[in-house]
């Protein structure tokens, strides 16, 4: 086993009822110490049923799951949650209402306590570096009620940080919070994790969000892996139409091959000499089309949004296609105008058609 590798899921397989489909269905993942794994997908595609079972909450039917090398379920073995070296964050905190911040925390360390791993007396101690560790210093006396939802999301983070797992699961921790506190939470548990050289597998079903703070996703769908590979792999090469979709939110333009081209209404592109398909469709990036005023265009401007350092255009053709386009701030087109839409780069991907 290599020393390296934290998490190592091999044909990991759950069903919860015979007759519904697998919620995971033979997932095989490893993930390297110190890196963070975005899970991304769908709701229902299994995210939360895979960290179930990484943390120990839940028991699959087939697979094993190997922690820093030792194996911790799977062919007869089974090593309980709090003996797996595992810290987990949900969603909605889940805090004791009626103890305070540091109780709270110190809640996290009692097992090991009580394993006489740790000192009575250095409880209190270990407890206050992780209320520090997430900012949080001057809070120990409060009660959730009386912090905001983005501080109560570091105190759940504290008390999974106190023991000092290698690695931390987290589930969609920020999905309940603001937008203004997520954008900045996010960046900052990253900055937390790398600082006590925790690896982490982080649920989200916001696209911007894996894309962000992943140095590994995982394309999740219907209890499957679709697609495993950095953020920029993913964003420039999505494997799938499924994948091409949720990531990079782009557009799909029918193609259709005539011989060694693809005719679409956004123009002819070079097929590749291996394709084998004549029904496609086009991926075009949003960023990638370019529009020109002009009045035999085939595209009319039907909405347009100014996002500060760009332009969101939504554009439809004659027979009712729409397109959304991001251009830069210098490209600004009227309600109503006629347009030209160019893609740019040279060979883009075509998907075939109805393999969603
Ligand atoms: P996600 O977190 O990606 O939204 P989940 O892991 O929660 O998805 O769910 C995956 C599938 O497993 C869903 O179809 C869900 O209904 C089912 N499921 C999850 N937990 C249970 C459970 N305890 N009992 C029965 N079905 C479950
Ligand atoms: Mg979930």
Redesign the pocket.
């Given at each position: 086993m290599d020393q390296s590798v934290i998490l190592q899921l091999n044909g990991l397989t759950k069903q919860?009822?015979k007759q519904?489909p697998p919620?995971l269905d033979h997932i095989t993942l490893a993930l390297k110490m110190g890196d963070l794994l975005g899970l991304l997908?769908?709701?229902?595609?299994?995210?939360?049923?895979?960290l179930r079972l990484i943390a120990g909450f839940e028991r699959p039917q087939q697979g094993t799951i190997e922690l820093a090398g030792r194996r911790v379920c799977g062919e007869g073995m089974w090593v309980p949650p709090e003996r797996r070296d595992v810290g987990v964050v949900f969603q909605d905190y889940a805090l004791f209402p009626h103890l305070t911040v540091m109780e709270n925390v110190a809640f996290g360390l009692k097992p090991l306590a009580r394993r006489g791993k740790l000192a009575t007396g250095q409880v209190k101690e270990e407890a206050q570096r992780a209320i520090a560790l997430v900012g949080l210093a001057g809070f120990e006396t409060r009660y959730p009620h009386e912090l905001s939802g983005g501080q109560q999301q570091r105190v759940a983070l504290a008390r999974a940080l106190a023991p000092r797992p290698s690695l931390v699961l987290l589930d969609e921790p920020f999905s309940n919070l603001d937008v203004q506190v997520r954008l900045y939470l996010r960046q900052e548990v990253r900055e937390i994790l790398r600082s006590v050289s925790a690896s982490g597998v982080f649920?989200t079903?916001d696209q911007e969000e894996a894309l962000s703070i992943s140095d590994w996703l995982a394309v999740?769908r219907q209890?499957q892996i679709e697609q495993v590979g950095t953020p920029e792999d993913i964003y420039r090469s999505p494997q799938t139409r499924f994948v091409a979709g949720f990531v990079t939110q782009a557009n799909f333009v029918a193609a259709q091959r005539v011989n060694t081209h693809w005719e679409t209404a956004l123009g002819n592109f070079p097929a590749l000499a291996s394709t084998n398909f004549t029904q496609g469709e086009l991926m075009v990036r949003q960023e990638d089309l370019q529009l020109q005023a002009d009045g035999h265009g085939a595209w009319i401007v039907r909405d347009r949004q100014f996002l500060g350092r760009e332009y969101r255009y939504t554009l439809t053709s004659a027979n009712g296609q729409t397109l959304y386009a991001r251009t830069d701030a210098d490209t600004r087109l009227d309600l109503n105008e006629t347009v030209v839409a160019t893609v740019t780069g040279d060979r883009p991907t075509v998907f075939p058609l109805g393999l969603a």
């Amino acid at each position: 086993m290599d020393q390296s590798v934290i998490l190592q899921l091999n044909g990991l397989t759950k069903q919860f009822a015979k007759q519904s489909p697998p919620a995971l269905d033979h997932i095989t993942l490893a993930l390297k110490m110190g890196d963070l794994l975005g899970l991304l997908g769908p709701s229902g595609c299994g995210k939360t049923t895979l960290l179930r079972l990484i943390a120990g909450f839940e028991r699959p039917q087939q697979g094993t799951i190997e922690l820093a090398g030792r194996r911790v379920c799977g062919e007869g073995m089974w090593v309980p949650p709090e003996r797996r070296d595992v810290g987990v964050v949900f969603q909605d905190y889940a805090l004791f209402p009626h103890l305070t911040v540091m109780e709270n925390v110190a809640f996290g360390l009692k097992p090991l306590a009580r394993r006489g791993k740790l000192a009575t007396g250095q409880v209190k101690e270990e407890a206050q570096r992780a209320i520090a560790l997430v900012g949080l210093a001057g809070f120990e006396t409060r009660y959730p009620h009386e912090l905001s939802g983005g501080q109560q999301q570091r105190v759940a983070l504290a008390r999974a940080l106190a023991p000092r797992p290698s690695l931390v699961l987290l589930d969609e921790p920020f999905s309940n919070l603001d937008v203004q506190v997520r954008l900045y939470l996010r960046q900052e548990v990253r900055e937390i994790l790398r600082s006590v050289s925790a690896s982490g597998v982080f649920v989200t079903h916001d696209q911007e969000e894996a894309l962000s703070i992943s140095d590994w996703l995982a394309v999740m769908r219907q209890g499957q892996i679709e697609q495993v590979g950095t953020p920029e792999d993913i964003y420039r090469s999505p494997q799938t139409r499924f994948v091409a979709g949720f990531v990079t939110q782009a557009n799909f333009v029918a193609a259709q091959r005539v011989n060694t081209h693809w005719e679409t209404a956004l123009g002819n592109f070079p097929a590749l000499a291996s394709t084998n398909f004549t029904q496609g469709e086009l991926m075009v990036r949003q960023e990638d089309l370019q529009l020109q005023a002009d009045g035999h265009g085939a595209w009319i401007v039907r909405d347009r949004q100014f996002l500060g350092r760009e332009y969101r255009y939504t554009l439809t053709s004659a027979n009712g296609q729409t397109l959304y386009a991001r251009t830069d701030a210098d490209t600004r087109l009227d309600l109503n105008e006629t347009v030209v839409a160019t893609v740019t780069g040279d060979r883009p991907t075509v998907f075939p058609l109805g393999l969603a």
